[in-house]
């Protein structure tokens, strides 16, 4: 007997289901490009060759595809959705908070549970030290929980089906700053004859500091205490302008720097050059109120 059947078999999802695989699970696999089930119906995996056989054959199907749409793609063919009633669906694709909310309420009018996680992990991390994070109705949630725990660390997020997706944005927001910040960085040092691994090592040694700032951000901006800070606004963005020669001058793209120095020529403008960096989230958005 099929234990859970994973459709989707691209990185991650090869990641997924060759962690239920080494934990000793009865698995079915689906991918739309057959080759890539081979490896896994070599290690005891049952492939057959269509979704719906595949997803026939489990309780729990989890489903890891580029995105909500080509997931929307799959299970709403009309020879799937019958087969959902009564299974527990479990989505590790990313996506935005209000993709994850229309594929609740789609899947739960096939009569199916639904979890929507997010994994915050590469595929080597999946079964060791990937945390994954879950929202969903909590007999949907204890249903996955066995399922979840061998793939990583789970961190429960709700009820709210959107929550895990709306942390996986936030968290995607800070990592489009800093992929983009360490690309030109390396660049930076790189037109000063040091190299990138240098920055590297050295943004390593002070990462115990950048997780303490994220700390203290995030209560900054949840109690709006933006007053008395250690280093100003106003500091941070004038050492920031300075980019914009800096690359100039080396012949790097400007591109980064003058969006940075845009941002925080905005906030000064709008007088917040004497609070906290962070404070510049005050022009990028209302603070609707949120219980704490
Ligand atoms: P990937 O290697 O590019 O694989 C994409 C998968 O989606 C393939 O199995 C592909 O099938 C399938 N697919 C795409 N469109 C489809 C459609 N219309 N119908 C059927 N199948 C379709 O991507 P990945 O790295 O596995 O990522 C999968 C999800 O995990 C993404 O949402 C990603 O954001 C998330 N994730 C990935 C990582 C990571 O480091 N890789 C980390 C965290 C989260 P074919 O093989 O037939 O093309």
Redesign the pocket.
């Known amino acids: 007997m099929s234990e859970v059947t994973v459709v989707?078999?691209?990185?991650?999802?090869?990641a997924i289901a060759g962690a239920l695989l080494e934990k000793g699970r009865n698995i079915t696999v689906w991918?739309?490009?057959r080759a890539?089930a081979e490896g896994l119906a070599a290690r005891d995996a049952s492939a057959p060759s269509t979704a719906a056989e595949a997803i026939a054959v489990s309780p729990a199907v989890i489903i890891?595809?580029?995105?909500y749409p080509?997931s929307g793609?799959?299970l709403s063919r009309s020879s799937l959705t019958a087969l959902l009633q009564g299974k527990l669906v479990i989505q590790?694709?990313?996506?935005i908070p209000s993709e994850a909310r229309q594929m609740g309420k789609f899947i739960e009018l096939q009569g199916a549970d639904y979890v929507d996680g997010a994994?915050?992990?590469?595929?080597r991390q999946i079964g060791t030290d990937a945390v994954i994070l879950a929202s969903g109705k909590p007999r949907a949630l204890a249903t996955a929980r066995p399922l979840l725990d061998l793939l990583g660390e789970v961190a429960p997020i709700g009820e709210e089906i959107g929550g895990a997706s709306a942390l996986f944005s936030g968290a995607l927001a800070y990592l489009a700053g800093h992929w983009i910040g360490f690309a030109h960085g390396a660049r930076v040092c790189e037109s000063e004859g040091l190299t990138a691994q240098l920055l590297g090592e050295t943004l390593a040694r002070i990462a115990p500091a950048l997780g303490e700032d994220n700390l203290h951000m995030g209560r900054v901006v949840t109690h709006g205490r933006y007053e008395k800070p250690e280093s100003r606004l106003r500091t941070a963005g004038n050492d920031i302008a300075r980019l914009v020669d800096q690359a100039a001058s080396a012949q790097l793209s400007t591109a980064f720097p003058e969006f940075a120095t845009a941002i925080f020529r905005r906030a000064m403008e709008a007088g917040l050059g004497d609070e906290e960096h962070v404070a510049i989230a005050k022009i990028l958005g209302p603070k609707p109120e949120i219980e704490v």
Request: proline share 4%; net charge negative; glycine share 14%.
């Open positions: 989707g078999l691209g990185e991650m999802g090869t991918n739309r490009t890539k890891c595809v580029t995105d080509a793609e799959i590790l694709s990313s996506g994994i915050f992990a590469w595929p």
